[in-house]
Structures are given as structure tokens and as C-alpha cells.
């Protein structure tokens, strides 16, 4: 006796943990990474292991030596940020630029806010905007999807589908190619399917809830279509900007990142129709062919806005 | 066809190593301490003193007040002292010790096995015959039950709901009452009944019960407006807003109290108890206990006197406290933690939960990484992330706008957080400052 732990209740806990959260990401990214390597080659794998790698020191070496604090890279947070940034650049990108980005990303996007937790942007999508702005040529030079002959360095490369519709010219991908993969693109997002894949397993772990995808699904779904059907030779269909470009990334892995998307389910709901609506009018209006990182970041920004007026409904309330 | 409460909730394992044993008869203490505060409300008055000799079920503490219950002896023997006692949560409160000798019950005690079902009572009596039998709500509330039969002036009651819902993991001690006391708690229901007026009742089991559901089920086909709601697994469905819900679909308004929904929430401990106040003549001076738990050999149903020492049922279930880290008065949601095991079984000790040195430590609190788990685990629709920030910045009347108040403290905040954050503590200190705010505000 005189051992015993005299504590508040509960007494137990749920198994689910961060890091074991933030690795069930990483595995449901899995897929998505095998059919690039399978499309883009050895590209693939050095894109990735640059930017993980860097990542995951910059969050070291900013955590023990500029804010002196015990370095918390085993939560998984920096591979994971590591690997959507790498998802969300081209294969051919030089190794330099990558770790540029990875500083950007970790030391300005997480660190510079507080880090896991406190940042208003997602780490990731700021380090690619950062490297779209500061390196637009290699950032939009996309290498054709050649299989495992793809060279990194000097990649034959070719337009996005996104670009095709923008500026009207050259033959969309057939569909399926664009469900699988077959496209140029950043390297995590050409393939559909495989990021389906991942959706379907964080969803049946409980990692995210529908809310987010499903309705930037719908609402670039509808939204397009409307223009689509308005005028067909003007805008693309809304199947096709479905499949191009980063939206299934960036809806599936990209806006549902907890620390930067509302709490209630109500307001993950009006986050998600922002980012679908800004998504299409990017791409249709503005002069990026893809709006979806922009979409992504200005809700980010909104977040704040929207836990302090949306909130969850609450039992036995008093209208 | 299974109902469940439609906010939040979460799915702990349920670990009811218990379940398949019978009730037994706990042994006699040979000190019974019995406290005079074993309910929510003002502690009894002893009538006793030092030296008295007392018998089974007389009474030794007479209520206090309005909401408060009297206090019974549960053995027979002389009063050696009247004096402080340290209890479960290790405050020092007024208790009458008995020294035990032999069992000796009062003669208007019926003790036979036999059910009688004829209720010749009026609703007034029966209010009455529970008042003097000091129960109260042994789901571990411990709220006076007769308070909650006095039907205010101006509102009606619709339905009575009986609470066999024993969401909190590892207890069994309700599972086997309903196994065990079917017909009795059966005749306790329509007591209840009775006494607030209705002819509707609902019996809400949980599906991990399955013998309880079809046994009631089939009892109740015999019977006028009682029915078994058979309810999807999910914590804190016992909770009595979360039941209401869940067998009616109605909400109790923020604030507001079951009555206001048109509903009343009995235990099935409470409704066996009534059953044996009414149709028996006995007082409340025994309770089912569950002792379970890693550390314990042979987890056990004890029918246990109010006044046993804790650390006599856990010997008599081959409990180790020396491999134990933490033991807990209640089960491990909203159990509590008991500093001492000399502290005794009262009116409101649902079990005795022995958890291993590893699982008693609290684990390592990290950033909150705003995964909104708690958000969607509140079953009162709270935001449990947000009233801890506010509370860690004493933030007081953001806390109350944000409706603290609401919080039923039912853990699912802590433990579907990945972060493992302490989230109730705070949102515990919390309630405790608006509380006070509140108060001060009313005087």
C-alpha cells in the first residue's frame, strides 16, 4: 500500500494515438507513392526521400537548437508533412529547390507558429506555394509518365491535362488513364484511384471523417458542371477537372489536415464548399491553371473564422 | 431495431470479466462503518450513540432536509463510537461504527424469497415507504429517490425509464440483478410506476446483454406498458440524458431536469430496492458490488452490507493491492480513484475496479493537434478542446458562453483524445469557477 495512483477519472484511455494517427496517413499515402514510382521512376524516389529527409531534420535542428526544446520528430508530423510536400512537386525537381522548400515548409509553416498544432497553414501547401513563386519554371515543368525509363534530371516532359483545359489545346488524357495515373503532374497526385485507396482506409480507420472530400467532390461536381453545361466548348467537364490536377490530393489529404480545418462537422462542411468553389473559379478564371493549393490555403486562413461562428450542435439546446 | 442516443459517444472495451458469475452473499464485517453522507445532499443525523445496541435495518441517521435520506444499520450490534471516517475520495465525513454481533434483523422485515406481486399501496405510501427506506439512485448518483417521484407542481411525468444500461466497462452488477431479481424488479417497475402516475414504462438494456434483454423481454410480454429497449452498444448511454434520448428520441433543454423532458430515470438497482421497501419492508442496507479488475483472481458479484470494508470484499474476490496501481470505486470512466481502503461500501458503490501498476499511470499529455476527436465524442455536443484552452487562461465567461455548464463529465473528451490531453480536469476546474460565478450572481 501507499502505491497506489489517486487520479480524476477516466481511468482508461482510447489506443488511438498521434503518432499512431500520423502514420495511418502515411500508410494510406502508400498507394499513391507505388503508382508514381511505377509512372515517374526513380524521380519519385528522389523527390521523396529529399524532402521527408529534410523535413524531419529542420524540425530536429529547429527544435534542440534554436527553440531548445526535446525533438519530437518521432510523432510522425514532419514525415508526413515531408511526404504531401514531395507529393506535391514534380519528379524532375532538383534536390536544392526540394530542401528549400522543406525549410519553408517546417521552418516558417509549423515552426514558426509553435509548432504540431499551433500553425494556421498547412505546412506542406505553403512550401509548395512558396517554391511555385520563387521557382515557377521547375515547378511547372511536368516530366511525361514514362515508366521506370523516366530519367530524374533531364525527364521528357510534357503539359497537364489542367493546362490542356486552361489554355484549349492538345487531347485531354483518356479517363481511365487519369483514374490511374497516366498523366503529367506533381508526383502524388495523378492517380485517382490509388488516392481513393488511401481515402477508403483513413476513412475505415477513423483517421478523417467524409465530410471534407465528399464535399469538395460535390461542389466542384456541381459548380463545374454548371459551367459545363452553360458552355462546353469554354469550360471543361466536370469528370475531368475531378480527376486533374491536385483535387483528389488536396481534398482527401490536403484539407482534411486536423490542425488547419474546422472542429464542428457543420463548419468542416462550409470550409470544404470554399475550398471547391475557389478551386473552379481558379482554374476557370484565374491564371493558374490549378486553384486547388490557393482554395486549400485561403480556408486555411478562414478556419479561425469558422470554429468561432459554427458551432457543433449541442444536446437539449434552447433555440 | 437498436437505439442509441444520437450525440458523440464513444466505444471503450467493455472487459465485463463478471458477467457469468452468480451473486453471492458478501461475509459480515466484523466493524461495520457506515457514513452518515451517502447520498447527494445534506448528511443524515445520527440517532444513535456510543453503546446503543441496533439491529438490521433500524434506523441510525434520520434525513436532513428536503434532499437528503435516511440511514439504516445493516448488521446487528452494539455502536461503539459516532465519529469522523475518511471515505473513498479520503475526506474525513461524519459515520456510525458498529462493532457486529451475530445478525439479528428487525421483525417487520419480511426476509423470504417469496414475490409478492399485489400492490396495495397508494402513490402517497409508496413515496412515503421509499423516503423512510433511504434509497437512493444506486447507478452511483446517489440522487434521494423519493426527491425524484415528487413530481413538481405544473408538470406531468409521460414515461418511466428504467436504467439497465451498465454502460460503464467491467461492472455486471445491474446485469446480474436483472438476471438474477427478474420478477422482483419487475414488481419494482410498476411500483415506480405507480408512485409518479404513468402507464408507460421502458427498461433500456445495452445489446452486450443479450440473457438480460430476452428474459425481461419475456417477462414483459406478460405485463401492461412495460417494454425492454434493447440499445446499440455506445458510452455513456447510462447517462440519464443520453438514455432518455436514446429510448424516447426526446432532449432534455440545456439546464433543465429529466421531468421537463416528461420523463423519469430510475437504476434497476433502485427499482429491486423499492420492490423490497414496499413489498418487504427493508430498508436499504445492502447493494451489489462487482469486484473485478487485472488483479483480481476470481472476479466476483457480492450482495455486500452498506458499511462492509472495501478491503474485505477485495480479499474475498483473491484481489492483490500489492500488484494493483490504482484502485477505483465505481468503473474506470467515472469510477473514482480511492485513496484508502479502509473506506466502506455505501449506497453508491457500483464496484471495486483493481487496475495493474502499467494501465493506473496516466499517460504522456502532447499538443493538441485539433483532430476535433473530443468535439465528436461529446455526447452534450460541447467543445471540450476549447473549454480547457479557455480554462487554462481563466477565461471565465467564455467558458459559461460556451456552455461548461452542460458538461455531464462522462471522460470522452479524455479518452478519445490521441493527444492524451487532460482535457476534463480543466473543463472540471472549469465548471467548479462559473459555478461559483453563477452562484454569487443568484445571491
Known amino acids: 500500500m501507499g502505491q497506489l495512483v489517486v487520479s480524476p477519472s477516466p481511468h482508461t484511455r482510447s489506443s488511438v494515438s498521434t503518432p499512431n494517427l500520423m502514420f495511418g496517413v502515411i500508410a494510406a499515402l502508400l498507394p499513391a507513392l507505388a503508382v508514381s514510382v511505377y509512372y515517374f521512376g526513380i524521380g519519385t524516389l528522389i523527390v521523396t526521400l529529399t524532402s521527408v529527409a529534410s523535413c524531419v531534420l529542420f524540425e530536429y535542428l529547429i527544435q534542440k537548437f534554436l527553440l531548445k526544446q526535446q525533438p519530437t520528430i518521432s510523432d510522425g508530423s514532419a514525415i508526413l508533412t515531408g511526404l504531401l510536400l514531395a507529393f506535391n512537386l514534380p519528379s524532375n525537381l532538383p534536390i536544392g529547390i526540394i530542401i528549400v522548400g522543406a525549410a519553408f515548409a517546417i521552418g516558417v509553416g509549423k515552426m514558426a507558429f509553435g509548432g504540431l498544432g499551433q500553425n494556421l497553414f498547412n505546412p506542406a501547401l505553403a512550401g509548395r506555394v512558396f517554391l511555385l513563386i520563387s521557382f515557377p519554371v521547375q515547378m511547372t515543368t511536368w516530366p511525361v509518365p514514362k515508366g521506370f525509363s523516366t530519367n530524374y534530371i533531364d525527364a521528357e516532359t510534357g503539359a497537364t491535362a489542367l493546362n490542356m483545359m486552361k489554355n484549349h489545346f492538345g487531347s485531354l488524357p483518356e479517363t481511365t488513364d487519369m483514374l490511374l495515373g497516366q498523366m503529367g503532374g506533381s508526383l502524388g497526385e495523378v492517380s485517382a484511384i490509388a488516392l481513393l485507396i488511401g481515402f477508403a482506409f483513413l476513412l475505415f480507420r477513423r483517421i478523417i471523417t467524409w465530410h471534407i472530400p465528399v464535399t469538395i467532390f460535390a461542389t466542384v461536381f456541381v459548380f463545374q458542371g454548371i459551367l459545363y453545361l452553360a458552355d462546353p466548348t469554354q469550360f471543361a467537364s466536370p469528370v475531368a477537372h475531378l480527376l486533374a490536377g491536385g483535387l483528389m490530393l488536396g481534398a482527401i489529404f490536403m484539407a482534411t489536415d486536423y490542425v488547419t480545418s474546422p472542429m464542428s462537422i457543420c463548419g468542416k462542411v462550409v470550409y470544404a464548399i470554399g475550398i471547391g468553389i475557389i478551386t473552379v473559379v481558379i482554374r476557370n478564371f484565374g491564371s493558374f491553371p490549378e486553384g486547388m493549393s490557393f482554395a486549400i490555403l485561403i480556408m486555411n486562413a478562414v478556419t479561425p473564422l469558422i470554429n468561432t461562428y459554427i458551432k457543433p450542435k449541442r444536446f437539449g439546446e434552447v433555440k | ?443
Open chain 2, 1 to 443: 431495431m437498436f437505439k442509441t442516443f444520437k450525440i458523440g459517444g464513444v466505444h471503450p472495451e467493455a472487459n465485463k470479466l463478471s458477467a457469468a458469475k452468480a451473486i453471492v452473499d458478501a461475509q459480515l464485517p466484523k466493524v461495520a462503518i457506515i457514513p452518515l453522507a451517502q447520498h447527494i445532499g445534506a448528511p443524515a443525523n445520527a440517532v444513535v450513540q456510543k453503546g446503543d445496541k441496533v439491529k438490521v435495518g433500524q434506523l441510525i441517521g434520520e434525513a436532513n432536509g428536503f434532499v437528503s435520506a435516511n440511514i439504516h444499520s445493516s448488521v446487528s450490534g452494539t455502536v461503539s463510537k459516532v465519529d469522523l471516517a475518511v471515505d473513498v475520495a479520503g475526506f474525513k465525513k461524519p459515520a456510525v461504527f458498529i462493532d457486529v454481533e451475530g445478525d439479528e434483523w428487525l421483525e417487520t422485515i419480511d426476509r423470504t424469497d417469496t414475490l409478492i406481486e399485489e400492490i396495495k399501496d397508494d402513490a402517497k405510501t409508496i413515496v412515503g415507504k421509499i423516503k423512510d427506506a433511504g434509497i437512493v439512485g444506486m447507478g452511483g448518483a446517489t440522487f434521494p429517490a423519493h426527491v425524484k417521484l415528487a413530481i413538481p407542481e405544473g408538470k406531468k411525468a409521460d414515461f418511466l425509464i428504467i436504467n439497465g444500461v451498465e454502460c460503464e466497462p467491467y461492472l455486471t452488477a445491474d446485469h446480474r440483478l436483472m438476471l438474477e431479481k427478474s420478477r422482483e424488479l419487475i414488481v419494482g417497475v410498476k411500483i415506480l410506476m405507480k408512485a409518479i402516475g404513468v402507464e408507460k414504462a421502458y427498461i433500456g438494456i445495452e445489446a452486450n446483454k443479450p440473457d438480460a434483454i430476452s428474459k425481461l423481454t419475456d417477462l414483459c410480454a406478460k405485463e401492461q406498458g412495460i417494454e425492454v429497449v434493447p440499445l446499440k452498444l455506445k458510452y455513456p448511454q447510462g447517462g440519464e440524458k443520453q438514455l432518455i434520448n436514446a429510448v424516447s428520441g426526446r432532449e432534455v433543454p440545456s439546464g433543465k431536469l429529466p421531468i421537463d423532458a416528461g420523463a423519469v430515470v430510475q437504476n434497476v438497482g433502485t427499482a429491486f430496492a423499492v420492490y423490497e421497501a414496499v413489498q418487504k419492508n427493508k430498508p436499504l442496507i445492502e447493494r451489489i458490488v462487482t469486484v473485478t479488475g487485472d488483479t483480481v483472481a476470481t472476479p466476483s458479484n457480492f450482495r455486500a452490507r452498506i458499511g462492509t470494508p472495501v478491503a474485505e470484499l477485495i480479499a474475498a474476490a483473491g484481489g492483490d493491492v500489492e500488484k494493483s496501481g490504482k484502485i477505483i470505486s465505481g468503473g474506470p470512466m467515472m469510477g473514482k480513484a480511492m485513496a484508502n481502503l479502509e473506506s466502506t461500501v455505501t449506497k453508491g458503490t457500483s464496484g471495486i475496479l483493481m487496475l495493474n501498476e502499467e494501465k493506473a499511470v496516466r499517460p504522456e499529455a502532447g499538443p493538441c493537434i485539433r483532430c476535433a476527436k473530443c468535439v465528436d465524442a461529446c455526447p452534450m455536443g460541447l467543445e471540450p478542446y476549447l473549454l480547457m484552452q479557455y480554462s487554462q487562461r481563466q477565461m471565465w465567461a467564455e467558458d459559461e458562453a460556451n456552455h461548461i455548464m452542460d458538461c455531464i463529465e462522462c471522460g470522452c473528451c479524455i479518452f478519445s483524445c490521441p493527444a492524451k490531453r487532460p482535457i476534463l480536469d480543466y473543463v472540471r476546474l472549469g465548471k467548479n469557477t462559473v459555478g461559483k460565478i453563477i452562484r454569487s450572481r443568484k445571491q
